[in-house]
């Protein structure tokens, strides 16, 4: 191990995961999708190297930027992506506002697969369309893309878009490229414009492995994926993504409603950030993703020894766990707040991912490790007061 991700650090003090809950006395703060972990040294050292040079103007993006996003698919997803088909935008969630404007009309309505990150329903509903929900199904540990209801809501309700999230947040799934390439053809076959937003795809745990719907052939003409540098190698701050959209005539649509939208340069940091992160990541990640692995596998071990309070399911990917409280210690108040006012965690309220899910909590567990088994710790002391 080259890095030290048990190493203390001080949080930023406008960080809103830690920031907005600055006076609270020891809570675990294990919400919001952010990592608790330093940067890459090659990151920091391609930001400070940038500032030597302290003019800000509006930039270009220049070719080596386009250039690490394409190997980066190459390399780690085997994914050929084109120079012309990569759109970069100040985040994925502008990302998703951006096809929605581009290819729906207000009333059109949108499939979600629930539960799901929170801003998929933000952003259909504030562009005023309409939420259609075709929830995972719940397998043992697991979670089941129920193809028959999708089918389904295809033939009946007629949406004109699909947004999957892949991998999954909350639930950590990898899809398979079977699951994929259905959900391809079903789009297809009904003319429904899929959106793939894959941020998550390098946190992935060995056994598993991200397949990319670009590298479905038959189907490119109907996919955008929108992907980032953010999750991966912890840069939300910087606000730059990439939609990457291969049908000519849509990234043309895409690219007039980020005119309108706003001005058309990005942020010259971010840019510096996400080509070092591609460039010279690939370490740090890979060594981050072992730590979350062993964080999880502790934190399953831990959940699955009080099978009687809870449920825990497996994630393949993403540094989230996803738990349903099934005891009785959550009659009175909800599962997210039971963590928070008796074990001192505070988690992701599991509405948050769509109204059915109230006995549900989101922990973030790329923190220290040191961290996880204390405030497990807590979790069990409280068990054993609240029995
Ligand atoms: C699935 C998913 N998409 C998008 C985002 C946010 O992306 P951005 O900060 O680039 O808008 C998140 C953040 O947690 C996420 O989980």
């Not at 947004?163 to 639930?171: A, G, Q, W, Y």
């Not at 934190?299 to 309070?309: D, I, P, Q």
């Not at 993403?318 to 009659?331: N, V």
Request: charged share 20%; aromatic share 12%; proline share 4%.
């Amino acid at each position: 191990m080259i890095y030290n991700f048990s190493k203390i650090v001080t949080q930023d003090r406008n960080s809103q995961k830690w920031h907005n809950y600055a006076d609270d006395p020891i809570v675990s703060q294990m919400w919001i999708a952010d990592m608790d972990f330093e940067v890459a040294n090659e990151i920091k050292e391609s930001l400070i190297n940038r500032i030597q040079t302290p003019i800000f103007g509006y930039t270009n993006v220049p070719d080596s930027y386009y250039d690490s996003i394409q190997k980066w698919q190459l390399n780690e997803h085997q994914w050929v992506v084109e120079k012309d088909w990569i759109v970069p935008v100040s985040g994925v969630v502008t990302g998703i506002n951006l096809v929605i404007q581009a290819f729906t009309t207000e009333g059109d309505k949108i499939v979600i697969q629930t539960p799901v990150y929170h801003s998929f329903f933000n952003c259909i509903l504030n562009n005023n369309r309409v939420v259609v929900e075709n929830p995972l199904e719940q397998y043992n540990d697991y979670y089941k893309i129920d193809f028959n209801h999708l089918e389904c809501i295809f033939r009946k309700e007629k949406p004109k878009m699909m947004i999957l999230c892949s991998p999954h947040n909350p639930v950590g799934k990898v899809f398979s490229k079977q699951e994929l390439e259905s959900i391809c053809m079903l789009c297809s076959k009904y003319n429904v414009i899929l959106v793939s937003d894959e941020i998550h795809q390098d946190i992935v745990f060995p056994g598993s492995s991200h397949y990319s719907v670009g590298r479905f052939k038959d189907y490119l003409e109907n996919v955008i994926i929108l992907v980032s540098a953010s999750k991966s190698f912890n840069l939300a701050g910087f606000k730059v993504s990439n939609s990457i959209i291969p049908n000519k005539k849509m990234r043309e649509l895409y690219t007039q409603k980020k005119k309108q939208n706003g001005p058309i340069s990005l942020n010259i940091l971010g840019l510096i950030a996400c080509e070092a992160a591609y460039q010279f990541g690939k370490p740090w990640l890979k060594e981050v993703v072992n730590y979350i692995e062993s964080n999880r596998d502790y934190a399953l071990e831990f959940f699955k020894r009080y099978s009687n309070h809870f449920h825990i399911f497996t994630p393949s990917a993403t540094y989230f766990l996803w738990i349903k409280g099934i005891s009785d210690i959550f009659s009175k108040q909800t599962i997210a707040d039971w963590f928070l006012n008796s074990a001192k965690i505070r988690g992701n309220k599991g509405e948050d991912f769509g109204r059915s899910n109230m006995d549900f909590i989101r922990l973030n567990i790329a923190c220290r490790k040191e961290t996880l088994v204390e405030s497990l710790n807590r979790v069990e002391s409280s068990l054993t007061k609240a029995m």
